[in-house]
């Protein structure tokens, strides 16, 4: 005779229902949050700084060339700045990881705190 015992496959189901049963009152309580609200005051709008990086390890500061000693006289005075602009490092594909990793570590010694890396050219 072959039959199908369902007695363990009733039980089963009844264990998962008493347990859906105790767990969804858990599941639709509510929970509140407080969420911060808009601010009315303009916030000054920082002006940011590209600095391009070329596969020669030429750098530009805004299409400008620049030195590695006017480099971190630069940074120093964006450093100092009330409102610091964003410093967006645009390094050419073949370009050496050295120097974009002395760029950034210039720039954290100086203390600026807004770096940005732009899409590879």
């Not at 005779?1 to 009152?25: E, G, K, R, Y």
């Not at 450093?79 to 720039?107: H, K, S, T």
Request: charged share 15%; aromatic share 4%.
């Amino acid at each position: 005779m072959a039959q199908i015992n369902v007695t363990p496959l009733v039980d089963v189901l009844l264990v998962l229902l008493i347990i859906f049963m105790i767990s969804s009152p858990v599941i639709t309580h509510k929970a509140r949050m407080d969420l911060p609200q808009a601010s009315k005051t303009v916030v000054e709008q920082s002006t940011s700084i590209h600095l391009a990086i070329h596969t020669d390890g030429a750098m530009y500061w805004n299409d400008a060339p620049i030195s590695q000693d006017q480099l971190k006289t630069q940074l120093s005075i964006a450093a100092m700045q009330a409102v610091q602009p964003a410093l967006q490092i645009d390094a050419a594909d073949g370009v050496a990881y050295d120097a974009v990793a002395r760029v950034l570590a210039e720039a954290k010694a100086q203390g600026l705190g807004k770096i940005d890396m732009l899409g590879m050219r």
